[in-house]
T-cell receptor, first 113, second 112 residues
């Protein structure tokens, strides 16, 4: 059974608008949450993370929101750029360990000029 | 600083054979994790090594094994290959498992 779900396999957004990628998890013991971006033929690249003691973390155009009661994580990209087109994975861990991440299946974001 | 490197990048094997994949972590990183990515299952954790010791293991059969050397380089081995083992195998390294992992480009394995 999937512990981390990204229910939208794909998302298309116009350049300059906001992209919102969502992720749901099942286990309240998860305490660290990450987003990775992946281009074809490359490994995932770390984007941004948040610990369970926070509900928001920003880094430039990227903001991650955590709603612990809903077990829901989202990534906002503002403004979206064509270079943001990639597959985005959310990942979770527990016990402070990032050595064995549990990943969602990914959302393919397409940003159209 | 050089990133995580994986060799080979592409590999074709036939059912029943075995394969060894190699990963060189970023200099100074002692934790190495392996993941399998397939279209159906997504990215799944295989195992993690730290200072030559396996620290965590995912839910994969015993045909999948790994090891880490004193210089932190790691290898994973898959014996008696099955068609379903066709996947992208990704290696990630970090200073220790409390810190962000950085991924290599992966080895794409095709089993015929």
């Amino acid at each position: 059974d999937q512990q981390v779900k990204q229910n939208s396999p794909s998302l298309s957004v116009q350049e300059g608008r906001i992209s919102i990628l969502n992720c749901d998890y099942t286990n309240s013991m998860f305490d660290y949450f990450l987003w990775y971006k992946k281009y074809p033929a490359e490994g995932p690249t770390f984007l941004i993370s948040i610990s369970s003691i926070k509900d928001k973390n920003e880094d430039g155009r990227f903001t991650v929101f955590l709603n612990k009661s809903a077990k829901h994580l989202s990534l906002h990209i503002v403004p979206s750029q064509p270079g943001d087109s990639a597959v985005y994975f959310c990942a979770v861990s527990y016990g402070g360990s990032q050595g064995n991440l549990i990943f969602g299946k990914g959302t393919k974001l397409s940003v159209k000029p | 600083k050089a990133g995580v490197t994986q060799t080979p990048r592409y590999l074709i094997k036939t059912r029943g054979q075995q394969v060894t994949l190699s990963c060189s972590p970023i200099s100074g990183h002692r934790s190495v994790s392996w993941y399998q990515q397939t279209p159906g299952q997504g990215l799944q954790f295989l195992f993690e090594y730290f200072s030559e010791t396996q620290r965590n293991k995912g839910n994969f059969p015993g045909r999948f094994s790994g090891r880490q050397f004193s210089n932190s380089r790691s290898e994973m081995n898959v014996s008696t290959l099955e068609l379903g083992d066709s996947a992208l195998y990704l290696c990630a390294s970090s200073r220790d498992n409390q810190e962000t992992q950085y991924f290599g480009p992966g080895t794409r394995l095709l089993v015929l």
